[in-house]
């Protein structure tokens, strides 16, 4: 079973950067799609950004309004996904957690999006954007 651990949280003013990591352990890492996702004070959890593996095509997906401004990647030495966040904006706030895709290989470029394809969900970080 994959445990993983979300850090690079923390608050930034509007305008600025951060990049989240999730590090992975206990299972073998190259082979999972990851993903992304957030959940603002009284809002559902949504989806951020996912990254596939070779044997998905390496395609990685964003949500709209993320698109241009994150940037999710991956080391397989490192078994680490980070999301890179630029141009942060207020709306940014929210818990991210990162999450392994559990579907198969070939369903992820149409099921990225979907948390109930994900389990092993990590604690989340905070990332706090002031306006």
């Known amino acids: 079973q994959m445990q993983l651990v979300e850090s690079g949280g923390g608050l930034v003013q509007a305008g600025g950067s951060l990049r989240l990591s999730c590090a992975a352990s206990g299972v073998t890492f190259e082979t999972n799609s990851m993903g992304w996702f957030r959940r603002a004070p009284g809002k559902e959890r949504e989806f951020v950004a996912a990254?596939?593996?070779?044997?998905?095509?390496?395609?990685?997906y964003y949500t709209d309004s993320v698109k241009g401004r994150f940037t999710i990647s991956r080391d397989n030495a490192k078994k680490t996904i980070y999301l890179q966040m630029n141009s942060l904006k207020p709306e940014d706030t929210a818990v991210y957690y990162c999450?392994?895709?559990?579907?198969?290989?070939?369903?992820?470029?149409?099921?990225?999006?979907?948390?109930?394809?994900?389990?092993?969900w990590g604690q989340g970080t905070q990332v706090t954007v002031s306006s």
């Open positions: 999450a392994r895709f559990i579907g198969t290989a070939g369903s992820f470029n149409s099921r990225y999006y979907d948390p109930l394809e994900y389990t092993q």
């Open positions: 990254t596939g593996t070779a044997w998905t095509g390496g395609g990685r």
